[in-house]
């Protein structure tokens, strides 16, 4: 059965820009973005390296200010809220998976996955409980007494998925997720993500410069001369 998680309204930015001052000149990375994303729905984004693909995603999520434009997660525009409001709006909201793991070396596989619960408020046994189940969900059952050095990158990738979902947010923004792992585990990791889309109803967003992997999102976004173009 599909279970489906707390549901967003649509993830929607306006006239998005940001610009860079690099050796004294300004550089314009994104030039006025529009972009709407639905609840639910699996998109990817592509572009040439170093285009700015990671900085629109980290601005979509509000980590990073854009230099104008608004970003709206249902009703409430990020930037137009105090640093507070928008830090609870995204942590309750937004699960963020990056190339590199960023995982607590000290703390094993299923305490990766508790803290940031604990974090929110979430009693211990119900924290517990979501993060073996979610472990479970991305094949990690076996291994979630493991710190990270104990793990491949692909088991590692995996646990930092599964913290990403275990506040349960309604959106996944991912940069490059897979960017650091062999064919074979890239592979495994992009359909688990593709999956969850699916299963939990969870809206997908990922950054990928693998057009192979682009082309499985059920939408295709491309960043050219920092502009958003459709491409499928």
Not at 56 to 77: A, N
Not at 198 to 221: I, K, S
Request: charged share 25%; aromatic share 4%.
């Amino acid at each position: 059965m599909r279970r489906t998680w707390p549901a967003v309204a649509s993830l929607r930015a306006e006239n998005l820009c940001k610009t860079f001052d690099r050796d004294g000149a300004s550089v314009s990375v994104l030039a006025g973005v529009d972009v709407a994303i639905e609840a639910g729905e699996c998109v990817s984004i592509v572009g040439v390296s170093g285009v700015g693909k990671s900085t629109l995603l980290h601005c979509l999520g509000g980590l990073e200010r854009p230099t104008t434009g608004q970003v709206w997660i249902g009703d409430d525009e990020l930037f137009g809220l105090s640093d507070g409001r928008r830090a609870a709006i995204r942590n309750r909201e937004i699960g963020f998976v990056f190339q590199f793991h960023h995982l607590l070396s000290d703390f094993t596989a299923v305490e990766n996955v508790v803290l940031p619960q604990l974090l929110r408020g979430t009693g211990r046994p119900e924290a517990e409980a979501r993060a073996q189940e979610l472990l479970q969900r991305v094949g990690l059952g076996p291994r979630v007494e493991h710190r990270p050095g104990e793990l491949s990158g692909g088991e590692q990738q995996r646990v930092a998925i599964a913290r990403a979902l275990a506040c349960r947010p309604g959106i996944l923004l991912s940069d490059e997720p897979t960017g650091n792992l062999d064919e074979d585990t890239a592979m495994a990791v992009h359909d688990l993500l593709l999956t969850l889309n699916a299963e939990l109803g969870t809206t997908l967003v990922y950054v990928t410069h693998n057009t192979e992997f682009a082309a499985t999102a059920r939408r295709r976004l491309r960043l050219h001369h920092g502009l958003i173009e459709e491409i499928g």
